[in-house]
């Protein structure tokens, strides 16, 4: 039977754009406590921007080549997640601080004039009225005797775009913010719209520089869910539907998790994904879904082994050699809706537990954490650095507020 889209679509804004469910048993004193730590170094660095601006991804305080390459890296996705927090918190002019340093970095980009946004910014203030300043990261290197920007941060990814749109729909009476996320949606529909898939939904987006980045053909669930409740706010049933869509069909039943996404080559890419099952339950909240939760837990969970009850935190993913802190705030979030407090009091304290002395939230709580994933040649790795997006997804399960939650009117 043809999907009748405009209805699934409004069937998917009252699934993940509805009220928020009352918080799960147990614990909720002790997570509110936690909220203003964990808040306190985003609202200080937010603070000392001065205005409009965007906030450094990580400490690089190190010396390491890791330090020198990300000294002055501004993830979209991670100051979006901070801004997230910020109004969760109540904090609504500090997160509009960053919501603004989005929309010009969009339209002041020194390039790109359609409305997409890159994956990452230099840190720091925006100054509006000024033209083409809004470029990447970069550092420079002393062997080559040359500047270099690295070309993920130059390019531009659908789910970070998305979560872009999220912390701009999140300010429902801002018409500037408004007319950012609908820029930002007509690119994607119009550039990473997947070419002749039954299964529908967006592709990855660009890697690297202009004039002509590399389109990336694969397609990523944890992505297509995020532009599913973005695309439903700003209605674009359509569009939210083809997203949706996309995502249920990597649902895995028998095995009772999704599947991670779609390869270049079209084959379903089976890897396990931990964002990939968790935000499909935050977003849709739907009982056939819930057996992901599971298949997280087991196969991604720490200690390796230990039941379900005496785990303290999540892998990125399955070799499971360390904690992914980010992770495991989601985690977090999502245990305590599905009414798990006390696991979910467990992950949080290995949240609060893995704080640098600045009370950054860390991204690994070993050196370097293996993801499975490869920038260019190189693995990608996370530090044990205190990390933006680690703090804001913490400050989220503190205050049982999840990003595809409807925002207030």
Not at 49 to 69: I, M
Request: glycine share 12%; proline share 6%; charged share 20%.
């Amino acid at each position: 039977m043809p999907l009748n889209r405009r209805r699934f679509a409004l069937s998917l804004a009252g699934a993940a754009l509805g009220a928020r469910p009352a918080a799960g048993a147990g614990g909720d004193g002790f997570f509110r406590g936690a909220a203003p730590a964990l808040l306190a170094p985003i609202r200080a660095a937010a603070q000392a921007l001065g205005g409009p601006g965007l906030l450094k991804s990580y400490v690089t305080d190190g010396g390491e080549a890791f330090d020198r390459s990300h000294a002055e890296v501004a993830y979209t996705y991670d100051n979006a997640v901070a801004g997230l927090a910020l109004l969760a918190a109540g904090e609504a002019a500090l997160a509009a601080r960053l919501a603004e340093g989005l929309r010009l970095a969009q339209a002041q980009d020194r390039f790109w004039t359609d409305g997409r946004l890159r994956n990452a910014y230099a840190a720091g203030r925006q100054v509006p009225d000024a033209p083409a300043s809004a470029r990447p990261p970069g550092w420079w290197d002393a062997a080559s005797g040359r500047w270099v920007e690295d070309g993920y941060a130059a390019g531009s990814a659908s789910g970070p775009i998305a979560f872009a749109m999220l912390l701009w729909t999140a300010f429902p009476g801002n018409g500037a913010f408004r007319a950012a996320a609908e820029r930002a949606a007509g690119w994607v529909e119009r550039d990473c719209a997947a070419p002749g898939d039954s299964r529908g939904g967006f592709t990855g987006g660009t890697l690297g520089h202009e004039p002509q980045p590399e389109r990336q053909a694969w397609l990523s669930t944890e992505q297509n869910l995020d532009l599913a409740v973005a695309f439903a706010r700003l209605g674009r049933h359509d569009a939210a539907a083809k997203a949706a869509g996309f995502v249920r069909s990597l649902w895995r039943p028998a095995e009772g998790r999704f599947a991670a996404g779609l390869t270049p080559q079209g084959t379903v890419n089976e890897d396990s994904a931990v964002d990939a099952n968790l935000w499909p339950l935050l977003a849709f909240r739907e009982a056939d879904f819930a057996p992901a939760l599971g298949w997280v837990l087991a196969r991604h969970g720490l200690p390796a082994g230990a039941p379900t009850g005496e785990l303290e935190g999540l892998d990125f993913n399955t070799d499971r050699d360390g904690i992914w802190l980010e992770g495991t705030a989601q985690a977090a979030l999502l245990l305590r809706r599905q009414g798990r407090g006390a696991l979910a009091e467990r992950f949080l304290h290995t949240v609060l537990r893995e704080r640098d002395g600045s009370g950054w939230v860390r991204a690994a709580s070993i050196p370097w954490l293996t993801t499975g994933f490869y920038n260019g040649d190189n693995s990608f790795l996370y530090p044990r650095r205190g990390h933006l997006a680690a703090n804001g997804w913490a400050v989220l399960a503190a205050l049982d507020v999840s990003p595809f939650d409807a925002p207030p009117t």
